[in-house]
């Protein structure tokens, strides 16, 4: 494992698109399969670049696995604008017609826990041929023990029902408020309390 720069920007951005184009998020912002081929890639790259300038990506060695990560302040109006800004961004970079695009970041958004300093976990992807290997465990362990040493909790949205219970074993906890994407699947915004 090591930390992503600029220079693996395109092949994190790809990785993510590889894994996540049957997720069923990506299948509601963009429904049809030929559309989400030619934009998903795009829409994914946002998030890469705001983990680059903001955070950091850590990124397995052989490209397999990647978790982007940004570390919220506690209540931070600066942060709020970024968060404010990125919807908006996504849209006009991958899909301008495309409400969706911008509606599922500002939904999560606004369950977005802003009380106490935390890890967000803003995606994780592990190449599908490598899924069920333990690589995104293995991936997210050093920020998590970090966490726990720090005292300090994290956040996610899982994006599927087997993502979720994934989570769950790693200590995350369903915050009891789904987000509903309108005729859509819901997400699930998850908060792990440090361990002792």
């Known amino acids: 494992m090591r930390q992503a720069d600029q220079s693996d920007r395109d092949a994190v951005a790809r990785l993510l698109d590889e894994s996540f184009r049957t997720d069923p998020v990506s299948c509601w912002v963009f429904p049809d399969p030929e559309h989400r081929a030619a934009v998903h890639g795009k829409f994914l790259g946002v998030f890469v670049d705001v983990a680059l300038e903001e955070g950091r990506i850590d990124y397995a060695a052989d490209g397999s696995a990647a978790a982007l ?41 606004a369950v977005h826990p802003t009380a ?31 966490c726990d040493r720090e005292g300090v909790p994290a956040y996610l949205e899982a994006s ?7 989570y769950e074993r790693l200590g995350w906890e369903f915050t009891g408020e ?12 998850m908060w792990r309390k440090p361990r002792g």
């Open 160 to 166: 599927s029902g087997r993502s979720k219970e994934l």
């Open 116 to 146: 106490e300093e935390h890890e967000y976990l803003l995606m994780i992807a592990v190449a599908p041929d490598r899924q069920g290997q333990g690589l995104g465990s293995e991936l997210m362990r050093p920020v998590l023990e970090r």
């Open 178 to 189: 789904a987000v509903r994407l309108p005729e859509g699947p819901l997400m699930w915004p």
């Open 69 to 109: 990560w940004l570390r919220i302040p506690a209540g931070d109006p600066e942060g709020e604008a970024v968060k404010d800004e990125v919807p908006a961004r996504m849209r006009a970079v991958a899909d301008p017609d495309n409400e969706r695009c911008e509606l599922v970041g500002r939904l999560t958004g």
